[in-house]
C-alpha cells in the first residue's frame, strides 16, 4: 500500500485539519467529535441538514457543507460508519429552532448509528429530528432477502435538492416529505475496474482481472453483484443505464438530472466520455437531460470505475438544483 | 462465581484477541465486506481496555460503561451491536460485583435479545447472530447440566464456533455481505468470527 | 488497460462530446478543430485568453473555460501538445479586438506549435498575439542543460488570475507583463505513487515498486528525476516543499496562495491530509497561507500523487483570486 | 533520378513503417518520455498517406502538403520538427518533378536546416538530430562519391542509425528526456529512432 499518509490511525482526523485549514472562512471542524460544520450554524429558522458516513467517500459529505447544502457532516473511520455520538453532537449544534433532518445512506451500520442518534437527541433536549434514508441503488435486487437497497449517487444529488429547500425555509415536515419523494424517484448503478485499498487494512480488497470489471458495486470498496468481461465504455453505459431505466419510475417525455460520478481513481476526461454514451442512450429513449453532474462526488478511496445516477426532475426540483449553493466541493451561483 | 476483577481481565484480554486478529477479521470482510471489520474491533477493544485502570462500582458499571465505549468508538455495524449487546448484559447484573453461572445466563440472553432487536438479523443471515444463537443454548444447556460459568463459556464458544462455521455456506440476508447475493456464499461471516473470539476470550478469563 | 473508452483513438473527441454535452450553456465545443470556447466568445473589447495542451490533464484546460478565466483551451491527443492549426483557429474566434494571450507551458512541444500558431495568426489576420510560457517546476535544475523548467501548477493560478485581469478589462499589454510576473513569483514540484497509462501506450508508462515513488515529475506520466524510497506525508511534504522554499523569490512575511493538487488517482481525504502537512511546515517557515486550493486540478490521468504549488500573493492577485470565475473545474462567486 | 511516383511510394511506405513500429517508438519514448511518440508518428504518417491519391503539380507540392498535414495531425515536439523538415524539403524542389541525387542533398539540407531551426538542438543533445547530421554527411559523401540517389540514401539511413544507436548513452539536453538528467542515459532517443526509420523507408523507395 502506498498512500499519502502517516500512520493509518490518523488518517481521517488530519484530513479534518487540512480540511479546516483549506476552507477557514467556510466551515468550522470539531476534531473531536469529527464532524464539519456550517460556519455560521446553527442558522436561525431554517431546518438543519446533518448527515455523515464512513470517510473515503469524499468529497462527500464533508465537502457538502455549506450554504444550500448541509449544515453538518459527521466523519466516520475510512468506510466504516460515524458513531451516535457525533451525530447527536452535530444535531445540537445545528438545530435552529426548526428541527434537523438525518441524511443516512441505507447501510446497516448507518442507519443503526444514526437511529441511536435520533433517540438520544430526541431524549436530551427534544429537538425534533427527522430521518431520509437513500435506497437508490438498483445492483441490490430482491430486498426481501437483504439490507435493501443500498444508498448511493442519489444522496448528492438529495443534500443539493434538499439543501436548498432548507436554505428557503421550507418548514421540516416538508424538507423530509421531500426528501423522501426525491430518493424515491432517483436510481443508481455502479461498477468498477480496480478495487480500493483500505489504508488500515493495507491491501486492496478484492484483486480484479485485467479483462474484467465488477458491475452493481457500493462505494464501500466492496465486491459488486457480479463480474464481467471488460468491454467498450458504450456497452458499459447500457449494462448501467438497462437496470436504471427498467426501474425508475417516471412519465413519458418527463426529463431527468443525469450523474455520472467517478468512483476516485477513474480521469474526469473517462467521466465525460460516459456521460457522452449515457447522453446517447437517453436520447435514443427519448429522455430529456435538463441538468447535469459530472465529476467525483460520491467516491470510494481510488478505486477506478464510476456511476450513472437518473433523477427525474420536475420545475420544483430544477428551481432547487439551480439555487445558490457553496461549498468546498459543488459551488454555484455564490 | 466470577468477580468484577475477572471482568476486568476478560475485557483486557478481548482487547489483546482483537488487536491479534484484526488482520484475519479484516481479511474475512474483505471477501465479504468493506475490509474494516478487524480494525473497528481493534479500535474499540482498545477503547474499552483503556477503562480498566478507573473504579467502578460494580461489574454491571463496568459493562454497561463498556458497552457505551463500543457504541462511541467502532462505529459501522458492529459498534451499535456490540455496544448493546455490553449495554443489556449489564441490565441483569445492576448492583452485582461477583457473578453466578446462572446468573450471567440470563445477563447474555438479555445481551443477545438486544442483538437481535437492534440487528434484526433471522437465523441463517449469515451474521454475528448465528453464532450467538447457538453459544447462549449451549450455555443454557451447559448450566441445566450442572457446569459453572467458566465450562458452560467454554461450551459456549466451542458452539459459537461451530455457528461461524455454519455461516460458510450461506448466502447473506443481512448487511453488507448481502449485496452480493450468492457471491456470498463460500466466506465465513466477520462478524460471526468476531463473535466466537469474544466468547473464547470469556471462557479463558470468567471463571 | 482498462479504462471506461470504446477506440483509443477517440477519446479525446468523445471526451469532448461529453463537456459539450454536460456544460451546454457554459461552453461551445469544436469538435472539428478540437478547441472548447466560452459560450459567448467572443467578449468585445477584452482580451482573449487561449490555451491548451495535451489532453489527460483535466479539468486543465477544457474545464478552464469560462467566465473569468479562459476563452478557449485546445485540446491536442493525450500528453501531446496540440497542432498550430487548433491553436490558430481559437485565436481567431476569441479576438475581441483587444489582442489575445496566449498560455503555453514550457514544453518543447507545446511551445513550437503555439509558435507556429502565432506566425500564422499575425500572417493571416493581424491579430496581436502576446504569449507567456509557465515554467514553474523546481524539479528541472540546471535549466541551462534542459529544455528548461516545466509549466506545471503555477500554470491554474495563472489562468484565473489573468482571467480575472482580462475579465476585468485590463489591456493586452498588462495581462500579458501580469501573466510573466505571475510565472515568476511561483513554483511547483510533484511527486507520483504510480504510473499512469496512456490510452493508445496500453501500459503503464513506468513500474514502480510497492515501497517507492517518483520525486520531481511534470505531469505527463513521465517518469521523475529521482526515485525514492516510500515515506509518510509529513516527510513526502518536505521533499516538495524544501525546494520550493529554497527557490521562491520572497520577502519576509509575504503570503502565499497554497495549491496542493493531485495527479488524479489519489483521493481527496489524502490530498486534505497533504495540505495539513504543508500548512504545518509553512507555519513553522513563518509564511501565511493567505488562499489556497486542494484537489484534482492539473492531473496526468490516473497518476497517484500529489503536487505543491507556492504563489507568492499581493492584494493586486487576492483580488484577482477572488473575483467571480464560473468553469466547469473552478467556480465561486458565479 | 526519382520520379514523383517514387516520392509517393514513399510516403506510403513510411506510413506503413510508421504503423508497424508505433509500440517500439512508444516504448523508447516510455523510458524517457511520455509514452506517445509511436501514436504521434502512425497518426501523422497515416494523415500523409490519405493524400497520396490526390493529383500534386510536381513532387515539391507533394511534399510540402506532406509538411503542412503532419503540422496539422501529429502535434507534440514531432509534429513541427517533421512538419518543418517535409516543407523545407519541398523548397529547393520547386517546380521539378523527377529529382536527382544531387537535388535531393540540397533539399535534405534545407529540411535538416529546418529541423535545427526549430528545435534549437545541438549535437549530442540526444535528439533526432543526431541521427539527421550524421545522415547528411554520409548522403554527401556517398554523392560525391558518385553514388545515386538510392545508394546514397542507404548510406545516410546506416549513418542515422549509427547516430540514433550512439544517442543511447547520452543524457538529455533537449525535449521532454532532459527533464530525466542522468537517468535519461541508457535509453535510446525515440525521435533518433524515427528519424531512422524514416531514413530506411526512402532508401527502400528512392532510385
Ligand atoms: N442486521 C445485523 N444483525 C446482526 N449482525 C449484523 C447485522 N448486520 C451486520 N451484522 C454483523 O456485522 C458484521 C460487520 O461488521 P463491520 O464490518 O464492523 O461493520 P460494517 O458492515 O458496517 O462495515 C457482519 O459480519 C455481521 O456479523
Ligand atoms: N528541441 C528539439 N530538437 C530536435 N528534436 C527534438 C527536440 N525536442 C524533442 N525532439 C525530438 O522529439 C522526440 C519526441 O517526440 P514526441 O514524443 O512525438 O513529442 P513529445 O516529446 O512532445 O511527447 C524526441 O525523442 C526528440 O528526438
Ligand atoms: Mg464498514
Ligand atoms: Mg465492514
Ligand atoms: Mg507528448
Ligand atoms: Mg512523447
Same mark, same amino acid.
Given at each position: 500500500m502506498k498512500k499519502l499518509i502517516n500512520d493509518p490511525k490518523d488518517v481521517v482526523v488530519e484530513a479534518l485539519r487540512g480540511m479546516a485549514g483549506a476552507h477557514p472562512d467556510h466551515l468550522r471542524v470539531d476534531l473531536d467529535n469529527k464532524v464539519i460544520y456550517r460556519k455560521d450554524a446553527p442558522v436561525k429558522g431554517k431546518v438543519g441538514l446533518v448527515s455523515g458516513g464512513g470517510s473515503g467517500h469524499e468529497p462527500m459529505h464533508g465537502g457538502f457543507v455549506g450554504l444550500g447544502m448541509l449544515d453538518a457532516a459527521c466523519a466516520g473511520e475510512v468506510f466504516t460508519s460515524p458513531v451516535p455520538d457525533q451525530m447527536e453532537a452535530a444535531?445540537?449544534?445545528?438545530?435552529? #429552532?426548526?428541527?434537523?433532518?438525518?441524511?443516512?445512506?441505507?447501510?446497516?451500520?448507518?442507519?443503526?448509528?444514526?437511529?441511536?442518534?435520533?433517540?438520544?437527541?430526541?431524549?436530551?433536549?427534544?429537538?425534533?429530528?427527522?430521518?431520509?434514508?437513500?435506497?437508490?441503488?438498483?445492483?441490490?435486487?430482491?430486498?426481501?432477502?437483504?439490507?435493501?437497497?443500498?444508498?448511493?449517487?442519489?444522496?448528492?444529488?438529495?443534500?443539493? =435538492?434538499?439543501?436548498?429547500?432548507?436554505?428557503?425555509?421550507?418548514? =421540516?415536515?416538508?424538507?423530509?416529505?421531500?426528501?423522501?419523494?426525491?430518493?424515491?424517484?432517483?436510481?443508481?448503478?455502479?461498477?468498477? /475496474?480496480? +478495487? !480500493?485499498?483500505?489504508?488500515?487494512?493495507?491491501?486492496?480488497?478484492?484483486?480484479?482481472?485485467?479483462?474484467?470489471?465488477?458491475?452493481?458495486?457500493?462505494?464501500?470498496?466492496?465486491?459488486?453483484?457480479?463480474?464481467?468481461?471488460?468491454?467498450?465504455?458504450?456497452?458499459?453505459?447500457? %449494462?448501467?443505464?438497462?437496470?436504471?431505466?427498467?426501474?425508475?419510475?417516471?412519465?413519458?417525455?418527463?426529463?431527468?438530472?443525469?450523474?455520472?460520478?467517478?468512483?476516485?481513481?477513474?480521469?474526469?476526461?473517462?467521466?465525460? /466520455?460516459?456521460?457522452?454514451?449515457? +447522453?446517447?442512450?437517453?436520447?435514443?429513449?427519448?429522455?430529456?437531460?435538463?441538468?447535469?453532474?459530472? #465529476?467525483?462526488?460520491?467516491?470510494?478511496?481510488?478505486?477506478?470505475? !464510476? +456511476?450513472?445516477?437518473? %433523477?427525474?426532475?420536475?420545475?420544483?426540483?430544477?428551481?432547487?438544483?439551480?439555487?445558490?449553493?457553496?461549498?468546498?466541493?459543488?459551488?454555484? #451561483?455564490? | 462465581m466470577a468477580t468484577q476483577d475477572r471482568f476486568v481481565e476478560w475485557l483486557g484480554d478481548l482487547a489483546q484477541t482483537m488487536a491479534e486478529s484484526q488482520e484475519h477479521l479484516t481479511e474475512l470482510d474483505s471477501a465479504i465486506g468493506d475490509a474494516d471489520h478487524g480494525s473497528n474491533m481493534a479500535r474499540g477493544t482498545a477503547a474499552v481496555a483503556e477503562l480498566l485502570d478507573g473504579e467502578f462500582p460494580d461489574t454491571a458499571s463496568l459493562l454497561k460503561k463498556a458497552g457505551m465505549t463500543l457504541v462511541s468508538t467502532v462505529g459501522g455495524a458492529s459498534g451499535p451491536l456490540y455496544g448493546t449487546f455490553f449495554i443489556r448484559l449489564a441490565g441483569p447484573l445492576a448492583g452485582k460485583s461477583d457473578v453466578s453461572a446462572a446468573e450471567l445466563g440470563a445477563a447474555l440472553r438479555a445481551g443477545v435479545d438486544g442483538v437481535l432487536q437492534r440487528g434484526k438479523a433471522e437465523p441463517g443471515d449469515k451474521t454475528m447472530y448465528d453464532a450467538w444463537a447457538p453459544a447462549l443454548a449451549a450455555y443454557d444447556e451447559a448450566v441445566t447440566g450442572g457446569s459453572d460459568l467458566g465450562p458452560a463459556l467454554g461450551a459456549a464458544a466451542k458452539a459459537a464456533a461451530e455457528g461461524r462455521d455454519a455461516t460458510g455456506p450461506l448466502v447473506a440476508r443481512k448487511g453488507r455481505a448481502s449485496y452480493l447475493g450468492e457471491r456470498s456464499a463460500g466466506h465465513i461471516d466477520p462478524g460471526a468470527a468476531s463473535t466466537t473470539l469474544l466468547l473464547e476470550s470469556a471462557a479463558r478469563t470468567l471463571r
Amino acid at each position: 500500500m502506498k498512500k499519502l499518509i502517516n500512520d493509518p490511525k490518523d488518517v481521517v482526523v488530519e484530513a479534518l485539519r487540512g480540511m479546516a485549514g483549506a476552507h477557514p472562512d467556510h466551515l468550522r471542524v470539531d476534531l473531536d467529535n469529527k464532524v464539519i460544520y456550517r460556519k455560521d450554524a446553527p442558522v436561525k429558522g431554517k431546518v438543519g441538514l446533518v448527515s455523515g458516513g464512513g470517510s473515503g467517500h469524499e468529497p462527500m459529505h464533508g465537502g457538502f457543507v455549506g450554504l444550500g447544502m448541509l449544515d453538518a457532516a459527521c466523519a466516520g473511520e475510512v468506510f466504516t460508519s460515524p458513531v451516535p455520538d457525533q451525530m447527536e453532537a452535530a444535531t445540537q449544534a445545528v438545530d435552529g #429552532g426548526a428541527g434537523v433532518l438525518h441524511i443516512v445512506k441505507n447501510y446497516t451500520g448507518d442507519v443503526m448509528n444514526f437511529e441511536m442518534a435520533a433517540e438520544m437527541a430526541d431524549a436530551d433536549s427534544g429537538v425534533e429530528v427527522r430521518t431520509v434514508v437513500t435506497n437508490d441503488d438498483v445492483a441490490v435486487k430482491d430486498s426481501l432477502y437483504t439490507a435493501g437497497r443500498r444508498g448511493v449517487g442519489v444522496t448528492v444529488l438529495l443534500e443539493k =435538492l434538499v439543501g436548498a429547500a432548507a436554505e428557503e425555509g421550507r418548514p =421540516l415536515a416538508q424538507v423530509a416529505d421531500l426528501a423522501t419523494r426525491i430518493n424515491e424517484s432517483g436510481r443508481s448503478m455502479g461498477l468498477a /475496474l480496480t +478495487s !480500493c485499498t483500505v489504508p488500515a487494512a493495507g491491501k486492496p480488497t478484492f484483486e480484479l482481472g485485467d479483462d474484467e470489471f465488477e458491475l452493481g458495486i457500493g462505494i464501500h470498496g466492496e465486491p459488486g453483484r457480479e463480474r464481467k468481461a471488460m468491454a467498450p465504455a458504450r456497452e458499459l453505459a447500457e %449494462q448501467l443505464l438497462e437496470p436504471i431505466l427498467d426501474d425508475l419510475p417516471r412519465s413519458s417525455g418527463q426529463p431527468v438530472i443525469a450523474f455520472v460520478n467517478g468512483m476516485g481513481g477513474t480521469p474526469l476526461l473517462e467521466l465525460y /466520455l460516459m456521460f457522452n454514451e449515457v +447522453s446517447t442512450i437517453l436520447e435514443k429513449a427519448n429522455i430529456p437531460i435538463s441538468r447535469s453532474l459530472v #465529476g467525483n462526488y460520491i467516491t470510494s478511496l481510488e478505486m477506478a470505475g !464510476c +456511476s450513472v445516477t437518473l %433523477q427525474t426532475a420536475d420545475d420544483d426540483l430544477i428551481h432547487l438544483w439551480d439555487a445558490p449553493v457553496n461549498t468546498p466541493g459543488l459551488r454555484w #451561483g455564490a | 462465581m466470577a468477580t468484577q476483577d475477572r471482568f476486568v481481565e476478560w475485557l483486557g484480554d478481548l482487547a489483546q484477541t482483537m488487536a491479534e486478529s484484526q488482520e484475519h477479521l479484516t481479511e474475512l470482510d474483505s471477501a465479504i465486506g468493506d475490509a474494516d471489520h478487524g480494525s473497528n474491533m481493534a479500535r474499540g477493544t482498545a477503547a474499552v481496555a483503556e477503562l480498566l485502570d478507573g473504579e467502578f462500582p460494580d461489574t454491571a458499571s463496568l459493562l454497561k460503561k463498556a458497552g457505551m465505549t463500543l457504541v462511541s468508538t467502532v462505529g459501522g455495524a458492529s459498534g451499535p451491536l456490540y455496544g448493546t449487546f455490553f449495554i443489556r448484559l449489564a441490565g441483569p447484573l445492576a448492583g452485582k460485583s461477583d457473578v453466578s453461572a446462572a446468573e450471567l445466563g440470563a445477563a447474555l440472553r438479555a445481551g443477545v435479545d438486544g442483538v437481535l432487536q437492534r440487528g434484526k438479523a433471522e437465523p441463517g443471515d449469515k451474521t454475528m447472530y448465528d453464532a450467538w444463537a447457538p453459544a447462549l443454548a449451549a450455555y443454557d444447556e451447559a448450566v441445566t447440566g450442572g457446569s459453572d460459568l467458566g465450562p458452560a463459556l467454554g461450551a459456549a464458544a466451542k458452539a459459537a464456533a461451530e455457528g461461524r462455521d455454519a455461516t460458510g455456506p450461506l448466502v447473506a440476508r443481512k448487511g453488507r455481505a448481502s449485496y452480493l447475493g450468492e457471491r456470498s456464499a463460500g466466506h465465513i461471516d466477520p462478524g460471526a468470527a468476531s463473535t466466537t473470539l469474544l466468547l473464547e476470550s470469556a471462557a479463558r478469563t470468567l471463571r
